[in-house]
């Protein structure tokens, strides 16, 4: 009995191994045109019609930057967190190809969701940013560098770490 228990151990670990390399290896072939040194500039109007300025936010500590449509799925579970989290974080979200300001105003007041955004309707800034999936969050540090990179779903306890290593 115990022979069995420890080969279907060890299958266990050897998929649970290769399928860390292949969410791995597929995550870092979806970022791979995103900065990782200094950020690429970043602003625009926000739907609500104030000015959003990468440069300025870092002055005052890290940014969480959200790339993200209102077509993605996953994005409707990562949006409340993103949206909770710029309560005590500096938050831009940059709406990529998901209609026109009116439209996504009210794609975002529908779902309650209360964060400052950029509408990238033709794709521009994304593209500048390197961004291929949705979503997508980088957050940047106070000197403007790129400190993390993340595609897909994530926790919002994972982001609250990220933002409080990132100076």
């Known amino acids: ?4 228990f420890k080969k279907v151990f060890w299958n266990l670990l050897q998929f649970a191994f290769i399928a860390v390399l292949a969410v791995g290896a597929v995550a870092y072939y979806q970022q791979r045109d995103i900065p990782r040194e200094q950020a690429p500039p970043l602003s625009g109007m926000s739907l609500d019609g104030s000015l959003l300025d990468l440069h300025q936010a870092t002055s005052q500590g890290p940014v ?8 993605c799925g996953y994005c409707r579970v990562v949006s409340p967190v993103v949206s909770e989290l710029s309560q005590d974080h500096q938050v831009i979200t940059v709406a990529m190809q998901s209609g026109s300001d009116e439209e996504l105003a009210e794609y975002l007041a529908r779902r309650d969701l209360q964060f400052p955004t950029i509408n990238d309707p033709n794709g521009a800034l994304s593209h500048a940013w390197g961004v291929r999936v949705t979503p997508t969050i980088v957050i940047v540090g ?8 993340t595609s897909g779903a994530t926790s919002k306890w994972g982001l609250q770490f990220r933002l409080t290593l990132t100076d």
């Open 142 to 149: 106070s000197d403007g560098r790129v400190a993390w990179v």
């Open 64 to 71: 969480l930057i959200y790339f993200w449509a209102s077509w």
């Open 1 to 4: 009995m115990a022979v069995k």
